[in-house]
T-cell receptor, first 113, second 112 residues
Framework: DAGITQSPRYKITETGRQVTLMCHQT?????MFWYRQDLGHGLRLIYY???????DKGEVPDGYVVSRSKTENFPLTLESATRSQTSVYFC????????????FGDGTRLSIL | DQQVKQNSPSLSVQEGRISILNCDYT??????FLWYKKYPAEGPTFLIS?????DKNEDGRFTVFLNKSAKHLSLHIVPSQPGDSAVYFC???????????FGGGTRLMVKP
């Protein structure tokens, strides 16, 4: 089915570990985004990508790494996880960025112990 | 400093009545605004949007009003239904930008 899927849905890991969150979309949307949702902050943009091999920092990029070798995939890596990165992470995509509404995945709940 | 604020964390409304969700912003460069709705364990879904050149946009039971001078927008839901119970986020974007800035969300509870 067409859509945007995130995996895993839930992840528990320890501080200092590397963890990668996956995002896959089947719409061939050019733009993809990663957000984190924390109580009181709404959603905050971590990184986004306008196309394969083009990425840009968002509001809270520190501690995260992204790549986009294929249009449909946009993985987010925490190279050395910290407790402050415990959050719910959402991936989104849109056809052309700008004012175009973004379509969100169902999120990954990440707990770092 | 939050550039988009939703000052009411929660709102409770009786079924059939009007729900009014409010949002304030500080950045005068924002020129397009969106509302998203989120159910538990799901991602946000787009609901309605408005450009800064308009002061109202309507889609069925949902109407968004924009007051640029006050840097304020509101979402009206009439009539409210129990299925509208969710968290509502307002978001803003600058002209030619790609970065959405979200408010903290308002949890709406519509009681039967």
């Amino acid at each position: 089915d067409a859509g945007i899927t995130q995996s895993p849905r839930y992840k528990i890991t320890e501080t200092g570990r590397q963890v990668t969150l996956m995002c896959h979309q089947t719409w061939s949307h050019s733009y993809m985004f990663w957000y984190r949702q924390d109580l009181g902050h709404g959603l905050r943009l971590i990184y986004y990508s306008a196309a394969a091999d083009i990425t840009d920092k968002g509001e809270v990029p520190d501690g995260y790494v992204v790549s986009r070798s294929k249009t449909e995939n946009f993985p987010l890596t925490l190279e050395s996880a910290t407790r402050s990165q415990t959050s719910v992470y959402f991936c989104a995509s849109s056809p052309s960025g700008g004012n175009q509404p973004q379509h969100f995945g169902d999120g990954t709940r990440l707990s770092i112990l | 400093d939050q550039q988009v604020k939703q000052n009411s964390p929660s709102l409770s409304v009786q079924e059939g009545r009007i729900s009014i969700l409010n949002c304030d912003y500080t950045n005068s460069m924002f020129d397009y605004f969106l509302w998203y709705k989120k159910y538990p364990a799901e991602g946000p879904t787009f609901l309605i949007s408005i450009s800064s050149i308009k002061d109202k946009n309507e889609d069925g039971r949902f109407t968004v009003f924009l007051n640029k001078s006050a840097k304020h927008l509101s979402l009206h839901i009439v009539p409210s239904q129990p299925g509208d119970s969710a968290v509502y986020f307002c978001a803003a974007i600058r002209n030619a930008g790609n970065m959405l800035t979200f408010g903290g969300g308002t949890r709406l509870m519509v009681k039967p």
